[in-house]
């Protein structure tokens, strides 16, 4: 064992700021100005000691919220045991996550494959719809995916993503993508046809400010796909893991996709990312198709399966389900006497506010002075993700203290 202290690191903000400034590429642009150094629970806590409530949850990533006992414990024990090893041999514990993932899919003749992020698990998700007609000697290379989406970083998920923004410093671009507007089955219809290879689109846009599909509308994308053999791909890199209530959103429409794709809360903090294929779709990837290095290590997988058993004993699906509800019934009384909230949405613990003034940037602002820390899409949403875990009195915390910061911003 070492004895060696670990370097101390200086956990100011000033020098993180300056050497953010300096060094990182600047693409997070003006960060919110505080140090994470730790975390205990829904707190997250700062370089000087303040606690904040934390209703983002790292974007739908801490679904056990920080330092979880059995997540810690879990990750500490086979770090101490074996963090990494290739592909080349097999891995107890990425074997045994798969079957876990497969078994709640509910997908026929389910198979899984592991990378380390969002975009990772969706690029294989297209990879895999384009193997799958091209072994069959089918030209069907076009993905639709739907506008405002949110796929990922990487050239082909920020192409497949609609947001004309995210892709177009970066042409050229990989050809066979294109958009339609979201809840809108009538521009679907206009644009599969027997070329298409799949439709991809999220069931709730997250990124977008939590805008939930129509449940008419996923059922006509469903049958459109079956009518034309398209496949069906779900991105539930947000919206899986019970977040929404169900354990993959899919449930929640009754719809059952052909491929899946899952990350963000699945190692709970650790980099993994996943996607999945029924039966059929599986046959996209043949002996060589695709690989990675890290992808579906046993640390990763190991973090994995301990979320998995936490979210199993602790029901905290149903949790989300119950605790999502009410956050929205308190967001909506609030409402109810504040004519500054034009909406308030979601689906389990993902949860939409938008106003009828640009102050959702200036909001979060204030939350975070009070010790509440909440993300903000552009200028007039506002979006929680906070983790699964949370307690009815941390809801009424928030619910207080938001709609007082609220207030105060009117006044
Ligand atoms: C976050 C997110 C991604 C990208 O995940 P990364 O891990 O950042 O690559 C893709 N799709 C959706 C719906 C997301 O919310």
Excluded at 24 to 51: H, S, T, W
Excluded at 137 to 165: C, E, M, N
Excluded at 314 to 335: E, F, Y
Aim: net charge neutral; charged share 15%.
């Amino acid at each position: 064992m070492h004895t060696q202290q670990p370097t101390p690191l200086d956990h100011s903000l000033a020098t993180t700021t300056a050497l953010d400034e300096a060094y990182f590429m600047p693409v997070f642009g003006k960060r919110m100005p505080l140090c994470a150094v730790a975390g205990q629970g829904l707190e997250l806590i700062d370089q000087r000691g303040n606690r904040y409530l934390d209703m983002i949850g790292g974007i739908a990533v801490n679904v056990l919220g920080h330092a979880h006992p059995r997540l810690t414990r879990a990750i500490c024990q086979q770090a101490g045991q074996l963090i990494h090893c290739s592909n080349y041999y097999y891995i107890p514990q990425q074997a045994l996550l798969a079957k876990r993932l497969a078994d709640l899919s509910g997908l026929d003749g389910a198979r899984v494959f592991f990378g380390n992020s969002g975009a990772e698990a969706n690029e294989a998700a297209i990879k895999l719809v384009r193997g799958f007609f091209y072994y069959q000697g089918k030209a069907r290379s076009q993905i639709i995916t739907t506008t405002h989406s949110f796929h990922g970083r990487t050239l082909a998920t920020a192409t497949a993503t609609g947001q004309d923004q995210i892709s177009r410093p970066f042409a050229p671009l990989p050809p066979g993508f294109s958009s339609v507007p979201f809840n809108d089955i009538k521009a679907l219809s206009e644009a599969i046809s027997d070329q298409t290879g799949a439709v991809m689109l999220e069931l709730v846009q997250g990124e977008r400010g939590v805008i939930p599909a129509d449940p008419a509308y996923v059922d006509a994308v469903a049958s459109l796909c079956r009518e034309t053999g398209a496949l069906l791909v779900v991105d539930e890199i947000q919206t899986g893991m019970g977040r929404t209530g169900r354990f993959f959103a899919y449930e929640q429409y009754g719809i059952k996709p052909d491929i899946v794709t899952l990350a963000k809360g699945l190692g709970g903090g650790l980099p993994i990312g996943a996607v999945l294929a029924n039966g059929r779709a599986s046959q996209g990837f043949r002996l060589g198709d695709h690989g990675s290095t890290f992808g579906g290590n046993p640390l990763a997988c190991q973090a994995a399966l301990a979320v998995l058993d936490e979210i199993e004993d602790a029901q905290l699906v149903q949790a989300a389900k119950t605790q999502g509800q009410l956050l929205m019934q308190g967001l909506r009384q609030v409402a109810a006497h504040q004519p500054l909230i034009s909406d308030v949405r979601g689906m389990g613990l993902m949860v939409g506010v938008s106003y009828t003034a640009p102050i959702a940037v200036r909001l979060k602002e204030a939350l975070m002075q009070a010790g509440i820390l909440i993300g903000s899409v552009g200028e007039t949403t506002s979006r929680l993700l906070p983790p699964l875990i949370i307690q009815p009195q941390e809801l009424d915390t928030f619910l207080t203290v938001y709609k007082r910061e609220l207030e105060a911003l009117t006044t």
